[in-house]
């Protein structure tokens, strides 16, 4: 899931899963020296003069998708609140782009 960051202003390209490209080389896993088989990758993209994105991959047996709510932290930065599987989970994106898990 793309986390939406504000002031982003960039438009929000769609996500492909990738395995096995050459142009560019991407989604591929070493099985061995020398020796490489297709993997999955996800690609994310975004288009203009400003492009920031946080993205979330979470593990889920269920098939909804997770909630995000995002708003302001009090350090400038963005607090995001996710809820996956039922289980929440809170961390603070600062200015800076670190991360950093909430209680």
Do not use: F, K, N, Y
Request: aromatic fraction near 0%; proline fraction near 13%; glycine fraction near 12%.
């Amino acid at each position: 899931m793309r986390v939406p960051l504000p002031g982003d202003g960039a438009e929000a390209l769609p996500a492909q899963v990738v395995a096995g490209s050459r142009a560019p080389l991407q989604g591929w896993v070493a099985t061995a020296h020398r020796t490489a088989r297709p993997a999955p990758v996800v690609r994310l993209g975004g288009r203009g003069e400003r492009v920031r994105m946080l993205t979330v991959i979470a593990p889920s047996r269920e098939p909804r998708a997770a909630r995000v709510r995002t708003r302001p932290s009090p350090s400038g930065g963005l607090r995001i609140g996710i809820t996956a599987a039922g289980r929440p989970l809170t961390v603070e994106a600062s200015p800076d782009g670190t991360l950093r898990r909430l209680p």
